[in-house]
Nanobody
């Protein structure tokens, strides 16, 4: 499966953005999809995931209550709605997918097989 992340941009603190992850190549409903980000000089950070065949989102504590993941399997799309953005949210955001990842590994990027190219989010104060 090929992934294409989009929707990033430069915003002010407190603004919202919705990132999109478009998938092509396979039936998307059979894939778990995660969102990650990486800021300069920092390690990749798990943000949220949508498990295959399950619409409930899983979130990192750092974004719980501000970010929301959703998916539209008919359109092969996964979204990350980001509200109340802060300067510390500045990073490159990636979507990733796996058809085999298990729940206990859902937040570990090493277990995702497919990655999008990333989209830059810059939040200024």
């Amino acid at each position: 499966v090929q992934l294409q992340a989009s929707g990033g941009g430069s915003v002010q603190a407190g603004d919202s953005l919705r990132l999109s992850c478009a998938a092509s190549g396979r039936t998307f409903s059979g894939y778990s999809v995660g969102w990650f980000r990486q800021a300069p000089g920092k390690e990749r950070e798990f943000l949220a995931a949508s498990k295959r065949y399950n619409s409930n989102g899983i979130y990192a504590d750092s974004v719980k209550g501000r970010f929301a993941i959703s998916r539209d399997n008919a359109k092969n799309m996964v979204y990350l709605q980001m509200n109340g953005l802060k300067p510390e949210d500045t990073a490159v955001y990636y979507c990733a997918a796996s058809s085999t990842i298990i729940s206990s590994n859902i937040s570990n990027g090493r277990f995702y097989s497919y990655w999008g190219q990333g989209t830059q989010v810059t939040v200024s104060s």
